[in-house]
């Protein structure tokens, strides 16, 4: 199976970053989305995210009901979904994908997953510049808001009827 690997510019993949590793995983447990775990990611909305060390035996990372797309490994397939969600002229910031992508692609068989087996770093210590936004926050309730009722008006409820497989832990 092939894999689509989506990084952002701000993120850092160390010398020891093994991506053979996570997709690996990502085959093994069924994820259709699996990213690393993230240092330095933005905790008050995405604690999942950061490295977990509490894990049981054996188990390499943790299944979820969403992910920050700071570094993520796509099947085709989820990519494709996560592509058809995009609109860039309603929501050009990118704001709010990570919370739609469930119910979104859940009737295509979303299950997603953090590796912490495998770590980036959202940006690099004692710079700021990944955590400087380009956009306000009326910004992005005003980008949220036009998706939302955009894809109401279709009749897709973006936020409702998940379908995820989430919690659990991974194995290699």
Known sequence: MGWVFFLL???VLGPGFDAARLFRIAAKNALTVASPAIRRAHGHKFPGMRPNASLPAGAVGRR??????????FTPAAYRCFHDLIDA???SIGYGYPDWLPAFCGARGYAAGVVDAVVAS????????????SYSEADAKAARARMERHYAAKGVDLLGGRRVVHGGFLYE
């Open 89 to 91: 002229p309603l929501n």
């Open 122 to 133: 959202h940006g690099v210590p004692g710079e700021r510049t990944a955590w400087t936004k």
């Open 9 to 11: 510019d701000d993120v």
């Open 64 to 73: 979820v009901d969403r992910i920050e797309l700071f570094c993520a490994a």
